[in-house]
């Protein structure tokens, strides 16, 4: 069993930055790939990025791209998000997701989730 918790959440003036990160308890091939997704109020859940934590190959969503990167630590059990020049539009929870595939197209082939982190944005 792969459990994820995410930390690093807050809130933020605009423009501003956040890390985030996302501790796993295991690194097995069933969860070789990190995920974040963000979900604000009356929105559907929707990708940022991943991280094959095997390869570190690594892909952002076009909405975040040249903002956010993501990055592993040497013993790949926590993943980072890190976020930069935040805007208000980025306010959400923010969740980290683990499977064998890597994707942020659909976030219900994710087998393990994390409790989620609030990130608020303001002007």
């Known amino acids: 069993q792969v459990q994820l918790a995410e930390s690093g959440g807050g809130s933020v003036q605009a423009g501003g930055s956040l890390k985030l990160s996302c501790t796993s308890s295991?690194?097995?091939?069933?969860?070789?790939?990190v995920a974040w997704f963000r979900q604000a109020p009356g929105k559907e859940r929707e990708g940022v990025g991943f991280?094959?934590?095997?390869?570190?190959?690594?892909g952002v969503a076009d909405s975040v791209k040249g903002r956010f990167t993501i990055a592993q630590d040497n013993a790949r059990s926590t993943v980072y998000l890190q976020m930069n020049s935040l805007k208000l539009e980025d306010t959400a929870m923010y969740y980290c997701?683990?499977?064998?595939?890597?994707?942020?197209?659909?976030?219900?082939?994710?087998?393990?989730w994390g409790q989620g982190t609030q990130v608020t944005v303001s002007s």
């Open positions: 991280m094959n934590r095997f390869t570190g190959i690594t």
């Open positions: 295991g690194y097995t091939f069933s969860s070789r790939c």
């Open positions: 997701a683990a499977d064998s595939g890597c994707s942020v197209r659909d976030p219900s082939v994710y087998k393990y």
